[in-house]
């Protein structure tokens, strides 16, 4: 029987359109070839949306997201925004969307593909067999702890204020997404934490050991965020799966990301308790290359892939996209941000953003075709 899914496609800014419509081509192909059926419809999100309707988050296309099976995000914001009212930035629109959909769980892969090793800034041997999973809580933390604001003093002065704040239960429900997922994976987490300094820290460490007794299989360690920032350079591979909050989080993942050579390619999913989960790339809107055909359209293609698996269960439809990127890879083909300095001399083949998609497409139906 034909599977039918709802998918919201949230386009976005910059980079967004140009990346959403290589994937949903890319999608209408998966689901010819495994019987799904998506029925795409598209939302205004961020700075798309405040030109529209003022509001980087529309209350219609939050109810569009409610109401589907899964959220496919590209990217938001621009320079264009950038200096309007916090309230109307393309950023708040994302948080919003984040907390409205309760999505607390943010998996971001960083994984190596032996094609890009060359990609890297660092050195091969230190990034080749890379394979990171960060697990960031995304709805608590300093993000959406209060206070928050910028306040006068009594003595006339400004005073900005944010509060990093977690509870036990925030702590242990990402710590349980954390512990399942380092199960499922190579059994070994890191919890990153600034215990040494900061409160909070210490009841997120205190609760992640409580947790452990419940998950006996899985070695766990403790980084503080600075040396997990520094070992996440010099030395990844010691890494399996990293549980940390939302603000370590945020910068971990970018550093963890560019291991890889390009955020270009890197997915990841946003879930929570129950509800559509949010599939989006790690990189941003790009805005400098935005229109002009150059953009990397594979960590899009990989976030449908992260959609499938995490959000519809659909795991063979989710390996098609991962085998395909690997096989564009394989052949050759290269986007601008992950040519390395050898690619030319190697043969590479450097594409735009729709001929990356075409390629993605013709591998696709060839292999069906085996
Ligand atoms: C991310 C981004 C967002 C964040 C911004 C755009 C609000 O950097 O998803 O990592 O800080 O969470
Ligand atoms: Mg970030």
Known sequence: ???????????????????????????????????????????????AAIDATGEPLPADTLEMCRN?????????GGYKWDNLPRHQRPETGLLALRSGLGLFANLRPATI??????????????????DIMVVRELTGGIYFGKPKGVFATETGEQRGVNT??????????????????AR????????????NVL??????????????????D????????????????????????????????????DAAAMLTGSIGMLPSASLGASGPGVFEPVHGSAPDIA???????????????????YGLNELAAAEKIEQAVMQVLDGGYRTGDIMSDFSGTLGMKMLGCRAMGEALIGVLENSNND
Not at 208 to 216: D, G, K, T
């Open 1 to 47: 029987m034909t599977q039918k899914y709802r998918i919201t496609l949230l386009p976005g800014d910059g980079i967004g359109p140009e990346i959403m419509s290589v994937t949903v081509e890319v999608l209408k192909v998966i689901g010819k070839q495994c019987d799904i059926q998506f029925e795409f419809s598209e939302a205004l999100m961020g700075g």
């Open 68 to 76: 589907s099976d899964a959220v496919l995000l590209a990217a938001i």
């Open 113 to 130: 593909l032996p094609q890009l090793v060359d990609a890297s800034t660092l050195k091969p041997e230190v990034v080749a067999g890379v």
């Open 164 to 181: 990093m704040a977690y509870t036990s239960a925030e702590i242990d429900r990402i710590g349980r997404v954390a512990f399942e997922t």
């Open 184 to 195: 499922k994976r190579r059994g070994k987490l890191c919890s990153v934490d600034k215990a």
């Open 199 to 216: 409160e909070v820290s210490q009841l997120w460490r205190d609760r992640i050991i409580l947790l452990s007794s419940e998950y006996p």
């Open 218 to 253: 899985v070695e766990l360690s403790h980084l503080y965020v600075d040396n997990a920032a520094m070992q996440l350079v010099r030395a990844p591979k010691q890494f399996d799966t990293i549980v940390t909050g939302n603000l370590f989080g945020d910068i971990l993942s």
């Open 291 to 309: 229109g002009q055909d150059k953009a990397n359209p594979l960590a899009q293609a990989l976030s449908a892939a992260m959609m499938l698996k």
